[in-house]
């Protein structure tokens, strides 16, 4: 069993930054990718990013590319989401995910075995 643990979000203005983390514990890690989605009310859970934990291969939906970074610390079993020039539009709770199957691209929720609680988000104008 593998639990993911969020924190960092907060209220921010736009045009600012947050990092996001999330520690996985109970037992050692060595899972195959860890990402990110976000979801805001009424709507379905949206990718963010992803990252193999092995070689570090990232893949970020449109939206965010050249604004969010995802990083890995194996020692620390912690993947981090670094959300630079935030925009209202990136208003959304937050989730962490785990997956221990090398499937697609980690694009979809499916790909993920175990998934945090959530930490929320929000950007103002």
């Known amino acids: 069993q593998v639990q993911l643990v969020e924190s960092g979000g907060g209220l921010v203005q736009a045009g600012t930054s947050l990092r996001l983390s999330c520690a996985a514990s109970?037992?050692?890690?060595?899972?195959?990718?860890m990402g990110w989605f976000r979801q805001t009310p009424g709507k379905e859970r949206e990718f963010v990013a992803t990252i193999t934990w092995s070689g570090g291969t990232t893949y970020y939906t449109d939206s965010v590319k050249g604004r969010f970074t995802i990083t890995r610390d194996r020692a620390k079993n912690t993947v981090y989401l670094q959300m630079n020039s935030l925009k209202p539009g990136d208003t959304a709770v937050y989730y962490c995910?785990?997956?221990?199957?090398?499937?697609?691209?980690?694009?979809?929720?499916?790909?993920?075995?175990?998934w945090g609680q959530g930490t929320q988000v929000t950007v103002s104008s």
């Open positions: 995910a785990a997956g221990f199957r090398a499937l697609l691209l980690g694009t979809s929720d499916y790909e993920y075995d175990y």
């Open positions: 109970g037992r050692t890690f060595s899972g195959y990718r």
